[in-house]
Nanobody, 121 residues
C-alpha cells in the first residue's frame, strides 16, 4: 500500500496550489483520506479529511473556506486545493488513510511522504 503526495512548491501569499495524493495497493472506498501538515518546529496538525465513498468532508478551522478536498475515483487519487494561501500555511503536507472506528477517532494507518509547501510574502 502506498500513498504518494505531490504538488508542493513555492507560492506567494494569496496564491493557490493543488496537492495530489495517489493511492495504490488497495482501494480506499471505505476509508477517510486525510491531509495533515507539519510546520517547522511545530507538531503535525490535522488539515482536512474526506470519507472516500460519500465525499463527506471536514476541515480545520484555520483552512475552512480556503482549502477543498476532492477525489477522483478513476485515478484513485485525492486532492487538496489550497486557495488564498497565507504565510502560516507553510509546512510539509502529508496525506493519510484511515478506517473508521465506531465510537472512536479515525486512526490513520497509511501515510504518504510529505510534500513541502512554502508560502512567501
Amino acid at each position: 500500500v502506498q500513498l504518494q503526495a505531490s504538488g508542493g512548491g513555492l507560492v506567494q501569499a494569496g496564491g493557490s496550489l493543488r496537492l495530489s495524493c495517489a493511492a495504490s495497493g488497495r482501494t480506499f472506498s471505505s476509508y477517510f483520506m486525510g491531509w495533515f501538515r507539519q510546520a517547522p518546529g511545530k507538531e503535525r496538525e490535522f488539515v482536512a479529511t474526506m470519507f472516500w465513498s460519500d465525499q463527506t468532508t471536514s476541515y480545520a478551522d484555520s483552512v475552512k473556506g480556503r482549502f477543498t478536498v476532492s477525489r477522483d475515483n478513476t485515478k484513485n487519487s485525492v486532492y487538496l486545493q489550497m486557495n488564498s494561501l497565507k504565510l502560516e500555511d507553510t509546512a510539509v503536507y502529508y496525506c493519510a488513510a484511515g478506517a473508521p472506528r465506531p465510537g472512536a477517532p479515525v486512526k490513520y494507518d497509511y501515510w504518504g511522504q510529505g510534500t513541502l509547501v512554502t508560502v512567501s510574502s
